[in-house]
């Protein structure tokens, strides 16, 4: 075992750390790096799994046994054939011990048949349990890993891992697996990459960044490609050694003079080497104890909290940035019940976490380690509504269709801003915790709600200690004690009135912010707030129209038709033409099939030579064991050959098909990722597993049905011209064993059928605890989340264990054939031969090119369950590609060269597609003029961010149009449309990448960007200084989702990037909101600067920020309620 670790090194920064600080810092990302043997893929079996293994064991080589004594009865049959021929045994003597023989091959038929089916049910049977135990196991182990660990490697190394990883042990632990070759870790790195890129789809969409983010995905697939070629050529040699051993093995037989043995066509080996390397990372994690482990006892358990917290001389350091001293000595003492604020520079808005179920079960949550955890269920609904009520949820909550029920989408996409936060505000306060950290709690909220809101929160925070971390410091001006940070250190420290009469720093915050401007500017949204946007109470009448009705069912329709498209019943040779389209293997691959015939008419002029004797068993004998040496020769040159065509063909295949699938999905609109079934979780997935069950239709596995359908019509053609008799009796006996493998396919092909959504959830749910797992953490839901995950386990295991049962019987059923074959084959030849119909030559010729391929046949079905894995995988996969979405990127459409930035909208309604029920905007008419900066305000929830949705044309309008410069952007090239337009959302989304190329992603195509021009929009976004002063400058890795910095650095970067392609639109959705008084004021003024000359649309709940607005549109029942400027509307009153 090795360790693998980031080397804490900061040479270059200045920091200086002791062997004792070097050591906590690498202890947290530590993993100690194993190589696994076969053996510890089962060190999660239990007794009975041990007990069953056995039998399974035991019936195997009954199995095995029978198949040698098969080889034995194969020689005395010959030997009997050999004596007749040349008369030392009478005609009568011949057909009784052939009788004898053909019941000693129905004999090994029935224990062949009971073996299999017990050796491959037992197999299959602890297969599914000890593979459930990794999969739990490996999960509860993520869930216990340290932040760390998260931030070192990333979560979408997660999927991979609980999805390829532990599908091929599961192979290598249960049945024989095709062989498959792929590169696990350079493969989790991209999955890291498609992960981000498709759970911040919009804003890939809205820079059309989806080809360099496809680019880099592609990138990491070509390492996994390099060393999957390095291990097909190693795979192409052996296959080839093993091929062309068979007839130079023979050829020594002959040439010592023993009867001939028909070797196996290939070893399983491979997929037991395939599962300990895909063990390995899971075990390590498994086997990973974090510096901060959550399952450990240890450690002091107070009875009693009463909220005293102290830091002592406190250092700290991210251990992923080494380089940057976030923490310098600091020392604070925080009195129990008392409420400290902190403030200062450093930009770390956070936005909600919420999880993909319903609005009930997300505040619960909050119970989750409570003494309330197992309250009555009435009980509990009473404390959940309660708590939504100290945090103004309530109302909203009750006017959605399904109230408490509703389902807030994955990471809440189906709430608005503020809602989410309101509700992670109820999951907060439900459980009265004695501690309460408030980390820009009311940062999403508009004026009215956060008002309500916040004074709900100071009477939460009467009677526990309460720690504030706010921008906003009107929102903290009551705090028992205000502490003020600059730089890792405490720079101030007393109340609002101590501070503002000392005139330092904080002062200085204050008197940037302008707290008495924005206190005294409010605009009061309807009581009924929520209902601007989600109340259905008659919605029929709502709707303008019946153009307006009619389009909402077209709509309806459309998203029905989506469904029916995704769940495409595709036949298994649909699918194979579809897939070999993306990859046509080379003809050499039916060679070897085709040699077979050849090898047939030598092994049966090797036993006629066998009937021989003196000088001419000799001479014969060593002619036929040379041409065998010769057989043996080309063979392997034929396989080699086309198995490494194949495995590179394989490969190329698997890169192909990933780059075209993740190309697809950043296709696809908006409406595409709200559907249930395209979350995060399963659409990555996608690209990991179904890509890796898809190549059972490719590869070795295609080379081997090629190869039997070319032995298959070879033979059949020369044991025909041969002698037609023998031929068609064998013949008969091979639709059988097609038979009985194909319906072995399509039992399989059901049981992956009914758990393939079963395993996509519980991806899903992986996914989402991994994501958020600083979330996760805070609420100590880890076994509350494990506990979900082993449940959605249960059906795919109950459909395993029948699986195991069923599907077993026609495997067991065509290696029984197999013998019965043997047995007609060879009594019917024999009454030929009686008869002087067929010499031994022809008996033998026939028996070889279809007895023993037939056999062959009958094992390729071994395959069947990887077959009927890549059926379910390549519907999946054929209808992703073959999905053309309603606004669609690669659609050519009418083009503006030149935009001025007109935006108009003219009675505009809609619908989000996932919620027809719910109308959103109802009738909106607005103007902006070029170079106009407009804002929108009113209450969360009423359709602000959905304006500028429609503005990237992330949906189509139900009814009404949007129009820029008067062309209707539903016409227009949508890439084009999107050009024009640069958009800085609520939450800045990085991808893990350096700075630099974060910022390239803001870019248009064939634009010329040097380094002026990024260090120019990162000075007006206020980011400069802080990204030279980094040791790497604007090549620093910002991490999975920006997580190596803090909310306002990642959203300057934002800035930054909408700035770079200089947009005549500028679309700001809270640009600001997580940014801290000094970095706000700056930046406003860049964004300010930077809206001369282009069209301005800001949205904005801090109303001081929009107060020098040319017009302000304010949103009411989803229509433009009051508009005019800052000045007009305080006069309105309204």
């Known amino acids: 075992m090795t360790e693998r670790t980031t080397t804490i090194s900061n040479e270059s920064s200045g920091i200086k750390l002791d062997p004792t600080e070097k050591r906590i810092l690498e202890d947290q990302i530590r993993v100690i790096k194993r190589k696994e043997s076969y053996i510890t893929l089962y060190r999660f079996s239990t007794k009975l799994d041990w007990i069953i293994m056995l039998f399974g064991i035991v019936f195997s080589t009954v199995a095995g046994t029978a198949m040698a004594l098969r080889s034995i009865l194969y020689g005395k049959m010959t030997d009997y054939y050999i004596r007749f021929q040349t008369y030392t045994i009478s005609t009568n003597e011949f057909s009784e011990e052939i009788n004898h023989l053909l019941l000693a091959f129905i004999s090994l038929a029935i224990i062949t048949f009971v073996a299999t089916y017990i050796s491959i049910t037992a197999w299959v049977y602890t297969g599914e349990r000890i593979a459930r135990q990794i999969r739990e196991r490996y ?69 059309g960044a989806q080809k360099k983010l496809s680019n880099l995905y592609d990138a990491y697939l070509g390492n996994s490609k390099i060393e999957g070629f390095k291990k ?36 399983p080996g491979q997929a037991l080497s395939l599962a300990t390397g895909a063990s390995s990372k899971i075990f390590e994690t498994i086997d990973r104890v974090p510096s901060i482990d959550i399952a450990s006892d240890t450690g002091d358990k107070p009875e009693n909290v009463m909220g005293h917290i102290q830091f002592k001389n406190i250092n700290f350091i991210y251990p992923t940035r080494p380089d940057v001293k976030i923490l310098n000595d600091i020392s604070l003492d925080i009195e129990p019940d008392s409420n400290v604020a902190l403030v200062g520079s450093s930009g770390s808005g956070k936005k909600p976490v919420l999880f993909k179920t319903t609005i009930a079960e997300n505040v619960s949550y909050g119970l989750v380690g409570s003494v309330y955890e197992n309250l009555p269920d009435n009980e509990k609904r009473e404390k959940i509504e309660n708590a939504c009520k100290i945090a103004n949820a309530h109302d909203f909550i009750m006017d959605l269709p399904d109230k408490y029920e509703t389902m807030v989408g994955e990471r809440g996409i189906l709430l608005s801003g503020g809602q989410k936060q309101r509700i992670a505000i109820a999951r907060a306060v439900i459980k009265d915790p004695k501690i309460l950290l408030l980390d820009e709690a009311t940062s999403a909220l508009d004026s009215q709600s956060e008002s309500i809101v916040q004074n709900a929160l100071d009477k939460a925070s009467k009677g526990r200690t309460t720690i504030v971390i706010a921008h906003r410091l009107s929102t903290i001006r009551n705090a028992a004690k205000i502490i003020v940070m600059n730089k890792g250190v405490i720079v101030e420290s007393g109340t609002h009135r101590e501070l503002i009469d000392k005139k330092g720093f904080y002062f200085k ?4 912010q302008d707290v008495k401007a924005e206190e005294n500017f409010n605009i009061t949204p309807p009581k009924d707030e929520a209902a601007a946007s989600f109340t259905i109470k008659g919605y029929d009448n709502q709707i303008a129209g019946d153009s307006s009705r009619s389009l909402l069912v077209k709509q309806k329709a459309d998203v029905e038709m989506g469904l029916k498209h995704n769940d495409h019943n595709y036949t298994a040779w649909e699918l194979t033409k579809k897939v070999a389209i993306f990859n046509r293997p080379e003809c050499l691959m039916l060679s070897i099939g085709a040699i077979f015939s050849i090898f047939a008419i030598i092994f049966a002029n090797v036993i006629q030579a066998f009937s021989k004797t003196g000088d001419t068993l000799r001479n014969e004998a060593t002619f036929w064991a040379f041409m065998l040496f010769i057989f043996s020769g080309v063979t392997f040159f034929v396989s080699f050959l086309q198995n490494v065509a194949l495995g590179f063909s394989s490969e190329k295949l698997s890169e192909r098909i990933r780059s075209m699938s993740f190309a697809s999905i950043l296709r696809q609109d908006i409406p595409f990722f709200d559907e249930e079934d395209h979350s995060v979780g399963i659409l990555t997935s996608h690209l990991s597993l179904d890509v890796t069950q898809i190549s059972s239709l490719t590869g070795v596995s295609l080379g081997n049905l090629l190869q039997i359908t070319a032995m298959i019509f070879s033979s059949g053609i020369v044991s025909l011209i041969v002698g037609w008799k023998l031929t068609l009796v064998c013949l008969c006996a091979i639709p059988l064993m097609i038979g009985s493998g194909s319906l072995r396919i399509k039992m399989l092909n059901s049981f992956h059928q009914k758990t393939k959504k079963a395993y996509e959830h519980s991806a899903q749910i992986a996914c989402e605890g991994a994501a958020n797992i600083r979330t996760v953490a805070a609420l100590t839901r880890e076994n509350h989340l494990w506990e979900i995950y082993h449940h959605l386990l249960d059906e795919p295991t109950r459909q395993a264990f029948k699986n195991a049962y069923l599907a077993s019987i026609p495997f067991a ?11 007609l084959a060879f009594w019917y030849g024999s009454k030929l031969f009686i008869d002087n119909e067929y010499d031994i030559k022809k008996v033998y010729t026939i028996y070889v090119a279809i007895v023993v391929g037939s056999s062959v046949t009958g094992r390729f079905f071994a395959y069947a369950p990887d077959i009927a894995k890549a059926k379910a995988a390549s519907a999946s996969i054929v209808s ?39 109308p959103v905007l109802q009738g909106l008419n607005l103007k902006i003029k070029p ?13 602000k961010s959905t304006i500028i949705s429609l503005i990237e044309r992330f949906y189509e309008v139900t009814d009404g149009t949007i129009t820029i410069d008067e062309m209707n952007i539903a ?28 910022l390239l992603l803001g870019c248009l195509p064939g634009q010329d960007i040097t380094q002026n021009d990024l260090e120019n929009v990162c000075r007006e976004a206020n980011i400069h200084e802080f990204i030279i002063e980094l040791p790497n400058g604007y090549d620093t890795r910002v991490g999975a989702k920006g997580v190596q910095l803090s909310g306002g650095q990642k959203q300057r970067i934002a800035i930054a990037r909408a700035l770079i392609r200089n947009p005549k639109i500028l679309l700001l959705d809270e640009a600001t909101s997580a940014l801290d008084s000094e970095s706000e004021k700056v930046v406003q003024k860049a964004l300010d600067s930077a809206a001369h000359g282009r069209t301005t649309l800001a949205i904005a709940h801090r109303l001081s920020t929009i107060q020098h607005a040319d017009i302000i549109f304010v949103l009411k029942d989803g229509k433009i309620h009051e508009q005019g400027t800052h000045q007009e509307l305080l006069r309105l009153r309204g």
């Open 971 to 998: 016409k227009m090239d949508v890439n084009n449309l999107r050009e024009h337009i640069a958009l800085v959302s609520q939450e800045p989304s990085l991808y893990d990448m350096t700075i630099k190329e974060n």
């Open 232 to 267: 097909t050529l190693l795979v192409g040699f052996s296959l080839g050694i093993m091929f062309a051993g068979v007839p130079a093995f023979n050829a020594l037989v002959v040439w010592v003079g023993s009867t001939m043995i028909i070797n196996n066509e290939i070893s």
């Open 931 to 943: 170079g106009q900066y407009a804002a929108l305000v009113g209450s969360s929830g009423c359709g």
């Open 813 to 823: 059923f065509a290696n029984c054939l197999a013998f019965l074959l043997n047995a």
């Open 139 to 207: 999960f509860r182990a993520i869930l216990r890993q340290n932040m760390a660990y998260f931030d070192e490697y990333g979560s979408g190394d997660v999927i991979t891992r609980i999805t390829s990883d532990i599908h091929l042990i599961q192979d290598g632990i249960s049945e024989k697996a095709s062989i498959i070759i792929l590169i696990l870790y350079f493969y989790s790195r991209a999955g890291t990459i498609a992960k981000e890129a498709i759970s911040t789809i919009r804003v890939a969409v809205a820079f």
């Open 509 to 512: 915050l204050v008197e940037t």
């Open 880 to 918: 992703l590609l073959e999905r053309v979405p309603k606004i669609d990127i690669w659609q050519n459409g009418e083009t503006i060269k030149t935009v001025k930035g007109h935006l108009k909208f003219s009675n505009v309604h809609f619908y989000y597609p996932t919620r027809l029920d719910v």
